[in-house]
């Protein structure tokens, strides 16, 4: 089993940048092909993006695609999302999900979930 812990988020203005990360505890990073997804106030949880377990391949949502970037470093068990350009429709909370193989937009087929971080993007 594994645990993942979201951090980075924060209150920013339209067109700044973020770093958010999640960290595995439990098991090697490197066994789970990873996820990012957000909720916004009133709506449903959407898919962000995904990276496979080496990272070799990754998944956007259209919303992000340019704009966003995931990446991991499975040495540090850690797995990021870049946001740049970022805008007030990006404010939601932020959640990393993990799954032995999958890594798309389906979120009921991920395994385990970390607890989300907030990104709030003012105009």
């Known amino acids: 089993q594994v645990q993942l812990t979201e951090s980075g988020g924060g209150l920013v203005q339209a067109g700044d940048s973020l770093r958010l990360s999640c960290v595995a505890s439990?098991?090697?990073?490197?066994?789970?092909?990873t996820g990012w997804f957000r909720q916004a106030p009133g709506k449903e949880r959407d898919f962000v993006a995904g990276i496979s377990r080496n990272g070799a391949s990754t998944y956007y949502a259209d919303s992000v695609k340019g704009r966003f970037t995931i990446s991991r470093d499975n040495a540090k068990n850690i797995v990021y999302l870049r946001m740049n350009n970022l805008e007030p429709e990006d404010t939601a909370v932020y959640f990393c999900a993990a799954d032995p193989m999958y890594y798309f937009n389906r979120q009921q087929t991920y395994d385990y979930w970390g607890q989300g971080t907030q990104v709030t993007v003012s105009s």
């Open positions: 439990g098991r090697p990073f490197s066994m789970y092909a």
